[in-house]
């Protein structure tokens, strides 16, 4: 398809009277939206007002029920990707499309749909390096970090030269550093002509970035802003329908009760490519949060893994909970002792998606919770259960038979978080527990990791946001390439200083 350069006089896209509704729920309710070449456009909303269905829509992924697309002032019809494709238009999502068992090479070949030949090699490698996302065509996706993952898709559409690049939280498991690179990338390609569509919930990337912003509420079109004039807080305001509450200070409620201890817990990698942990030491106390900061791909899954009993450690290794070795334990003795663990990939490790919430919720806590009789599954006691979750923390969905693929990104973490909470652990473990989450989904699983420690539980949060930690937080330390550095009071170190731990440096002993 031979696409014209756009005209001066038009839009390069115009999406008309969108609508599109699903089986109890209108997602897309008559939106408009525009956006020139040369344009970079913000579109905001709490997780559910429809923004993932509308870029859907764009990309040819889904159809509308009715209104019309108009690209470079044409009326087309985006009928699948490969038209959209065709058009000039892609996309980063926020949900990776990965072939864990190929290589980086293969997974872009597919996504391209072009030859996995020497020439693409080279361009990977080439482009990768120019933009700050290193990576190495010929690993295995299987042993690439959630981080690492997000690059694929950043670089599979960069190669691609597109007139219009739709990027669904893109940032969400990039360093400062990556994405400040990202930034410059994508000023260079506004300056060029390309228009982009940016979906994310941090206000603050907005504001730097975006020249205008749409912001969808239930599925409706409800205001249009410029960024660089408006506050973080009032963009949270127009897309919440009311004011965001303060934040509380933060008080701790930690006593000097060690709840959960690792001593010298090495595990090590399981090919060239992957991160051993190296001698981990770590003290989390009773009714503390504790953070672990770290850049993607420096053994922060490989670590919650081993506390969540999934892999063992080696020998000399040591993970005591409330007293008791559960070093050689699995996964699920270490639950009924009342650890629980919140992996960062959603789809695919703490939710299966083909299955409902429901049947979700039995996976983890049938351990804890009373959902078994005589040998025997109750589901009644699981829909009481998921029915709980979704009502204590207002995950919109269309009930407990919905299916986990079904939720969006946001609403699915809250569910996430709030099964393993409610289980009232002893010790929680979360790994990245707003990433793709909306101000106030974020505001609202922060409030109760305060209240869970508040409770007398300990928390360990895993988390790329250093101002999530710092905010969040008692004591913070880093994962460096498999090691932890040394805790400090959050209260008595700076962001720089956690940075420089990240990176493997020591503190001044006079920190």
């Not at 994310?200 to 509420?217: G, P, Q």
Request: proline letters at 4%; hydrophobic letters at 40%.
């Amino acid at each position: 398809m031979s696409v014209s350069a756009p005209r001066s006089d038009t839009q390069l896209v115009s999406m008309q009277a969108i609508s599109k509704q699903y089986p109890g729920c209108l997602a897309n309710d008559a939106v408009d939206l525009n956006l020139g070449a040369g344009e970079i456009h913000a579109l905001l909303g709490e997780n559910g007002a429809g923004k993932s269905t509308l870029v859907k829509i764009l990309y040819g992924l889904l159809q509308c029920d009715s209104g019309h697309i108009e690209w470079n002032g044409e009326r087309v019809n985006i009928a699948s990707p490969a038209v959209a494709r065709d058009l000039g238009i892609a996309m980063v999502f926020q949900h990776f499309s990965l072939f864990d068992s190929l290589t980086v090479l293969e997974n872009i070949a597919l996504g391209m749909a072009v030859d996995a030949d020497a020439t693409l090699h080279l361009r990977i490698r080439e482009v990768s390096e120019r933009y700050g996302l290193p990576l190495d065509p010929d690993r295995s996706v299987y042993t690439l970090s959630v981080g690492e993952r997000q690059r694929i898709e950043i670089v599979r559409c960069l190669l691609q030269d597109p007139r219009l690049l739709i990027m669904d939280e893109p940032t969400s498991v990039l360093t400062p550093q990556e994405v400040n690179e990202l930034f410059v990338t994508l000023k260079r390609l506004a300056s060029e002509g390309v228009a982009i569509l940016y979906i994310s919930h941090k206000l603050d990337e907005i504001k730097a970035l975006c020249d205008k912003a749409t912001i969808l509420r239930d599925g409706k079109r409800v205001a249009s802003a410029d960024p660089a004039v408006e506050s973080a807080r009032s963009l949270a305001a127009l897309m919440m329908g009311d004011e965001l509450s303060d934040v509380e200070p933060r008080s701790s409620s930690a006593i000097d009760t060690a709840i959960m201890q690792l001593s010298k817990l090495n595990y090590p990698a399981s090919d060239s490519t992957g991160i051993s942990i190296q001698d981990v030491n770590l003290e989390l106390k009773q009714g503390e949060l504790l953070g672990i900061a770290g850049v993607a791909g420096n053994g922060q899954d490989e670590l919650l893994r081993l506390i969540a009993g999934e892999v063992m450690p080696s020998g000399g290794s040591s993970i005591v909970v409330k007293g008791l070795d559960i070093t050689n334990s699995g996964a699920g003795v270490r639950r009924t002792q009342g650890l629980c663990c919140v992996p960062e990939e959603r789809l695919g490790h703490a939710a299966v998606p083909s299955m409902s919430l429901t049947e979700n919720v039995l996976l983890t806590a049938h351990h804890r919770m009373s959902m078994t009789s005589l040998g025997l599954v109750s589901k009644a006691a699981s829909r009481r259960f998921a029915n709980e979750i979704i009502e204590k923390f207002n995950v919109q969905c269309s009930g407990p038979d919905a299916m986990a693929s079904s939720l969006s990104g946001g609403n699915l973490q809250k569910f996430i978080v709030g099964r393993e909470i409610l289980q009232n652990p002893d010790v929680l473990v979360v790994s990245q527990p707003t990433w793709g989450v909306d101000a106030g989904a974020a505001a609202a699983i922060h409030k109760a990791l305060r209240a869970l420690a508040a409770s007398g539980s300990a928390v360990l949060v895993i988390s790329q946001d250093l101002d999530e930690l710092m905010q969040l937080c008692d004591r913070i330390s880093a994962l460096c390439a498999g090691r932890l550095s040394q805790t400090y009071p959050t209260s008595e170190v700076t962001v720089q200083q956690v940075g420089l731990l990240m990176g493997g440096a020591a503190l001044e002993a006079s920190t």
